[in-house]
């Protein structure tokens, strides 16, 4: 059933990987979708066409989102073509690895420009447009279970970003209750995308440390975001839900 019809949805990162299922839920689900992507326009322009030619509404945009003027325009771009703004997904995420004697200063300010300040612009923009028509709104964002459990050296900096979405949203969701926003933090394991393979040299390492020993469809993250998106949730709101097989169990 097409839940979030009548609904617009802006999701940052969704030309490929975790951002893509989300984005071909969310217009499955009845939704308009613009998505974002940095640097490559083919698979953008693909899912795009993609969603049209099944007769939904796409609009796939250029916007880096550690460039706050362009994550602000293309968000108020969104408002303006769509007609509205229901629900952001901050899944736009960056993973430098590297251990703290080699950390370079640039890589951690990259980490924290997309991972945390990204958000927090891209949320301050969007809930701008949203209730028109009632309390409604959504802000979700694609953490990690590393906020939790970071087993290994090298991830400091990428488990700093992501706790700090923990913190952020519980703040958030206190500051947009009052509104009907809810404000969540989905925190996936190992998910099969270009950034984390299953077939990839770690993954034997990462399944042994799980309940469940494989990576994540993608699609299995865009369905708790659904959730989560949708009409059913309206009393889950601060939280950071784990969907990690059990990885921080
Ligand atoms: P991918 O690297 O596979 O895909 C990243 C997507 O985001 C692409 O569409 C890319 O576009 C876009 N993107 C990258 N940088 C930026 C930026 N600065 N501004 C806007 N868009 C950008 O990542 P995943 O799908 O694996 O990860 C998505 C999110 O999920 C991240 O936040 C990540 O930290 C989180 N996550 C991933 C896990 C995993 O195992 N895969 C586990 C836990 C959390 P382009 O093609 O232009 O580069």
Known sequence: TRVLAGKAAFVTGGSRGIGAAIVRRLARDGAAVAFTYTSNAAPAQALAAEIEAAGGRALALRADSADAAAIT??????????????????????????????????????????????????????????????????????????????????????????????????????????????????????????????????????HGLMALDRHADPAEIAGMVAYLAGPESGMVTGASLLIDGGFAA
């Not at 303006?80 to 370079?104: F, P, Q």
């Not at 700093?160 to 519980?170: D, E, N, P, R």
């Not at 809810?182 to 390492?205: E, I, L, R, S």
């Open 73 to 206: 325009a293309a968000i108020d771009g969104a408002a303006r073509e769509l007609g509205r703004l229901d629900i952001l997904v901050n899944n736009a995420g960056v993973a430098i690895m590297g251990e703290v004697g080699s950390v370079a200063l640039d890589d951690l300010d990259r980490t924290l420009a997309i991972n945390v300040r990204g958000v927090f612009v891209a949320t301050q923009a969007a809930v701008r447009h949203m209730g028109q028509g009632g309390a409604y709104g959504r802000v979700i964002t694609i953490g990690s279970t590393n906020s939790e459990r970071l087993p290994w050296a090298g991830f400091s900096v990428y488990g700093m970003s992501k706790a700090a979405i923990v913190g952020l949203t519980k703040g958030l969701a206190r500051d947009l209750g009052p509104r009907g926003i809810t404000v969540n933090n989905v925190q996936p394991g190992p998910v099969n995308t270009d950034m984390n393979p299953a077939d990839g040299p770690m993954a034997k390492d990462m």
